[in-house]
Structures are given as C-alpha cells and as structure tokens.
C-alpha cells in the first residue's frame, strides 16, 4: 500500500499552458501545493487558470517573449515567491540554462538534475552513454559527423538506407533517409542547416536505418534516493512528420512476449540509473522486425501520452514526479508493486487539416461530448477558443481503456463519434479512419503507417452539422431533467 503522508505545502509556478498546465495544477491542489498559471498578451482567457490558485500575467505575446524567455519566467518566480517550477512538456522542459538558472534562485526544477538533462539531452553524448553501460544502438555515430565526406565513408561501412540525425533534434526535425551515396551528398548541407536553424546546432549523426520498425518507449521514474522504477512501455508507431498522433500501452507488438517486455523495461532502468535520473522521464527505443531493439533517445520530461501509462497502472506521474523533485517518497516499495491491467490508447486531437495534416487555426464555435465509460479527455477547449498559429496544434488527449486491446480499440471508436468540435478543423476524421482500418486494428502496423497505409486518402470530411445539434439538444434535456 502507498504510505500517506502530510508534505509541507509550497508555491509552484507552472511555466506551460494548455491541457498539461491544467493537468500540472490539479496535481498541485491534489497535494496541498498553491499552483501558480501563466498567462500571456495573447491568451488571456487561457482554460488552464480555473485550476490555479493564482494567476500571473506573463508579459509578451510571442514564445520568445514568454515561455521561452528564461530571464524572465526566472524574475517573475522570485516576485511571488515561488517554491518551485513545473515546466511541463515542450517549451523549457528540457533546458538545462533554465533549470540551473532556477536552482541559483533557489528555485527547485521540477525535472531531472542538471547534469542528466544536459548528457540526455544531446544525442550524441547519450549514445556514447549507452554503449559504454552496454544498452543496444542503432549501428551508426556517437559522435557528430563534420563533413559529407565523413558522412558517405560511415554509410559505406553500415550499409544503406542510413539517416542523417540532428545531434540535438527532436519531433520529427532535422532527419533524412538517404539510400545511396547520391543522395547524402545531396541532404548532408541541407539537414544541416534545418538542424541549424531548428535547435542552433547544425552537427550531425549517421544511422543506419531500421526497415519497418516500432517505436516502442518505457515510462521511468526515480527519485532523490536513487530509486529507479519502470511503468512498462507504449507502442508510438503511428506518425506523421515523425510526429505521434495515437499511442497505445501496452504495446501490441511486444504483446505477451513477457520475457522481450522485462528486457527493454529493465534496459531503460539501467539507462537511467547510470546518468542518475531523478525524475520522471521515457526512455525511446526503436525496434526492428525480429523483435531487436535499439536505444535512442531519453525524453528528460513527462510526455504527452504519459495518460495511457497512467491508465494502465493505477499511478499519478505528475504528483509522483512533483514528490520526486520536492524530495518526498514516492511510497513504492519495490518494482513488483507497480502492477499494469487492461489497455489504453489515445489519440492526440489536432488542429489541423486531416488529409493534409498541417495546421489549421480557428475558432471553436461548439463544442460538445457524449463518451462512453472508460473515457478519459484532457483537453483546453471551450466555445469561444481561437486556436492560433502561436503554439503547437494540439487540443486534446482522447483516452479510452478496456480490458483488452479489442475493448480499447472498440470505445475509442465510440468516443470520437462523441466528441463535437464546431468551427474548428481537427483531425479527428483521420484518427476515425485509422481506428477502423484492418492493419491497425490488428496491430500490425510499423512508423511507416501513415505512408504505406495512406488513410488520409479514405477520409470524409463534410461535417455533419444536424447530428451535432441532435447531440447537443440530448445533453441540454438530459440537464435539465427531460
């Protein structure tokens, strides 16, 4: 049983906003904690402050002016005497600049240590980590490759397709297949300064390239007292642009290969305990049609999906984490007592075109649900919401549980039916197709799903404006007692 225990209450700031920000604060209020939100010029009726219990005003209305300005997210955490930060997800969740310029305010950073950030977070150095603790790599660099020269003599020696990789990418960001020598000459210039331009770093790796692989990831978490434990893993193989747009846990893939799923758990525990995390984190794998897998990034922040995870354990990540960073039990007495039950999927609710799939910025002028059990939505939509090109398109997490994938699969279907979003171009009638779609379905699908599979091409997009009416008129009967 978890221990109960009366912590001392502090003031944290979340530097975030959007449906993780509200997320951040009821696990603030939950453990007695006084959580602070942000606002900015540009979204002053932000849905994540109905949480809080204080509100800020965040001068600026650009990223650079606001989320992303570490002097002053520092000055405005000393002005009202806050305790510590949570910077969610995106953003500054993974500097280490702001998570050292709050540990000189005597400020606590509600993430890993400084070091563990800055080692994870370069590609390059965390690969070099992982070879020397003996966690399996993608066949390729550890170290950043200077010229195309260099490029073509390693692709050479690993055999082709490679990847030319962003040292310091992420989401999706500087990464280009090249086939033959042709085309790394073509692309190594051209990746370099996307990766320039994307992260101010233009340094490079070559990788051999997996052929229809999964993306398989295992949830983490450690505390000040060296403890490390695994939340099993999540399958994050359906992509567009490299990005996810549906999660799944367990993964279907690994399914009962018990034995496969202890060894990548028990790989990204030992991952972790060798750069001495202290945090919530997820440890990214790739892995290959015979069921090998490879190393390649740690995530030093929770992550978007980590719902699925919770769904499927019992725990709360984000309270766990926050009782991490303040230096309190996590009340886990063993890895045996982390149990998982049933399985979870989400589906990532985008404001964008669902065949195009690019971003599609609106306003929302109805928005309604009507789920069945076993629905989870975190969300920052309201009526009235104007979805700007400001920040990430994401509007919401569609989580649905059941006893089996089947199950899962079966309520997830049900609960886009039920989910209403007037105004706004989403991509929900994609995710509709992919959830009725035999490959999926069956879970045999690899990251190539969205190029091989092509549902975009199968999407309907005409909305049905009556059915949206019948909705709403059933939940204002059922309000008032009819």
């Known amino acids: ?37 942000l606002w900015t010029d540009n979204e002053r009726n932000a849905t994540h402050l109905q949480f809080c219990d204080e509100w800020v005003h965040l001068e600026g209305s650009s990223n650079a002016e606001t989320y992303l300005n ?51 977070g370069d590609k390059a150095t965390s690969k070099k980590l992982a070879n020397e603790v003996g966690v399996p790599t ?63 770093n233009g340094d490079l790796l070559v990788e051999k390239l997996i052929v229809n692989p999964r993306h398989i990831e295992v949830q983490i978490l450690a505390d000040k007292q060296g403890n490390v434990f695994h939340f099993f893993e999540r399958e994050c193989s359906v992509q567009r642009r490299h990005q996810k747009i549906i999660e799944e846990a367990p993964s279907p893939f690994i399914g009962e290969d018990e034995e496969l799923r202890q060894n990548i758990c028990n790989t990204a525990v030992k991952l972790a305990k060798a750069v001495n995390y202290d945090s919530a984190g997820t440890v990214e794998f790739i892995m290959g049609e015979d069921k090998s897998f490879y190393f390649l990034e740690m995530n030093t922040r929770i992550q978007v999906e980590h719902p699925i995870t919770e769904e499927i354990t019992g725990m709360d990540l984000i309270v766990c984490m926050i009782q991490s960073a303040l230096g309190d039990s996590l009340g886990i007495p063993s890895q045996e007592f982390i149990k998982r039950t049933g399985h979870a999927i989400e589906c990532r ?41 400001d920040f990430d398109p994401m509007v919401g997490k569609l989580v649905c549980k059941g006893i089996i994938r089947d199950v899962a699969v079966r309520k997830m279907r049900a609960a886009l039916d039920g989910l209403f979003i007037e105004g706004l171009k989403t991509n929900m009638p994609l995710l509709k197709v992919i959830l009725r779609e035999q ?38 009967a059922r309000r008032m007692g009819i």
């Open 1 to 37: 049983m978890i221990r109960q225990q009366k912590n001392e209450s502090r003031r944290i700031m979340i530097a975030n906003r959007g449906e993780i920000a509200s997320r951040v604060a009821k696990a603030c209020r939950e453990l007695g904690h006084t959580a602070i939100g």
């Open 70 to 120: 570490v002097d002053k997210l520092v000055e405005v955490a000393k002005k009202y005497n806050v305790d510590a930060v949570h910077p969610g997800y995106g953003f500054l969740s993974e500097n280490a600049g702001f998570a050292r310029a709050l540990q000189a305010a005597g400020i606590t950073f509600i993430g890993p240590n400084v070091d563990a950030i800055q080692v994870m």
């Open 138 to 200: 993608v066949p390729g660099t550890d170290e950043a490759v200077p010229t195309v020269e260099g490029a073509i003599k390693i692709a050479a020696q690993i055999g082709y397709p490679i990847l030319l990789k962003a040292v310091a990418g992420g989401g999706g960001r500087g990464m280009r297949v090249c086939n033959n020598e042709e085309e790394v000459r073509a692309n190594f210039d051209a990746v370099g300064r996307e990766s320039k331009a994307a992260f101010n």
């Open 349 to 389: 609710i985008c404001a964008e075109d669902p065949i195009t799939m690019l971003p599609a910025p609106g306003l929302v002028t109805g928005f309604e649900t009507n789920f069945p059990q076993g629905t989870r939505f975190d969300h920052c939509l309201f009526k009235g919401l104007e979805v700007t090109p």
């Open 439 to 476: 490959k999926f379905c069956e879970g045999i699908y690899t990251t190539n799903y969205i190029k091989e599979i092509a549902p975009q091409e199968c999407v309907k997009t005409d909305f049905n404006h009556l059915r949206f009416y019948e909705v709403l008129a059933g939940v204002e």
